[in-house]
C-alpha cells in the first residue's frame, strides 16, 4: 500500500489516495531481522526507510467484508518497505523502486492476530543510526487495515503467507522539503532500525 498516512501523502506532494494504490513486492526482496541490504549503487543512489505496519495471512481470503477482513490473518509484523526513490520515480510504475533484493527486511517476530488487540493503534518508529526519523501511530491510516484487505480481496485472491505493508508515515527522506540532490539519501554502513509497539525491534545494516 502507497500513501497510506496524510502527512505523507502530503509532504511527498501526492493527492490524497481516494483508494488504496497498491504495488508490488517480490520473493526476492524478503529480508529479516539482523540481515542486510546490498544496495544496487550501479542503478540506484536515492535510498530511503518506510517503518510499516505488515499483516500476514493465514487464510485463503477472497470477497471478503471488511467486518470479517481481520479474521483471515495469522498475525503481524514489524517491517520496512525499504525503497530506491529514483527507481520509483523513473517510471508511473513503483515497482522497480520496491522490489530490488534484499528490500522487504520484516520481524523479529510473527505475532499471532490474537496477542493484536487493534492493529490500528499501535506506536511506530524509525530511528537511522540512532537518530529518530519517524514516530507516529497506525491510528492515522488513511485506509485501516480492514478496508485494505476488504479492497484487495475483491481484485485478488490472497493465500496464506501473503504478505501486505500497510503503508508509512511522514518522516522520510522522500518527503523532505530541500533539493532531492542535496538530500542525504541512507547509504552503506547505515543501520536502521523499525519499532512497532508489541510487534518487536526490526533492524538491518546498509552494504
Known amino acids: 500500500m502507497g500513501f497510506n498516512y496524510r502527512h505523507h501523502a502530503e509532504e511527498t506532494g501526492t493527492p490524497i489516495p481516494k483508494a488504496p494504490p497498491l504495488f508490488n513486492k517480490y ?13 544496487p549503487t ?11 505496519l ?10 471478503v467484508s471488511e467486518a470479517d477482513a481481520l479474521d483471515y490473518l495469522a498475525g503481524y509484523c514489524t517491517g520496512n518497505d525499504f525503497s530506491a526513490r529514483d527507481l520509483q520515480t523513473l517510471t508511473s ?59 484487495a480481496s475483491k481484485v485478488m485472491t490472497l493465500k496464506p503467507g501473503d504478505i501486505f505493508y500497510t503503508g508509512t508515515p511522514q518522516g522520510v527522506i522522500f518527503g523532505e522539503k530541500i533539493p532531492r540532490k542535496d538530500r542525504a539519501w541512507l547509504k552503506p554502513g547505515d543501520e536502521v532500525v523499525s519499532e512497532l509497539e508489541g510487534l518487536g525491534e526490526l533492524r538491518f545494516r546498509l552494504i
Open 54 to 63: 505488515v499483516m500476514v495471512f493465514g487464510r485463503e481470503c477472497r470477497n
Open 42 to 52: 550501479q542503478a540506484a543512489r536515492e535510498f530511503d526507510h518506510e517503518t510499516e
Open 27 to 39: 520473493n526476492n526482496a524478503l529480508n529479516h531481522h539482523g540481515g542486510t541490504i546490498a544496495l
Open 93 to 151: 510504475q513503483f515497482m522497480i523502486g520496491k522490489t530490488s533484493d534484499g528490500f522487504a527486511p520484516l520481524g523479529p517476530y510473527l505475532v499471532t492476530a490474537d496477542r493484536v488487540k487493534d492493529p490500528n493503534n499501535l506506536k511506530l518508529k524509525t530511528l537511522v543510526n540512532g537518530q529518530v526519523r519517524q514516530d507516529w501511530s497506525t491510528d492515522d491510516m488513511i485506509f485501516n487495515c480492514r478496508q485494505l484487505i476488504s479492497f
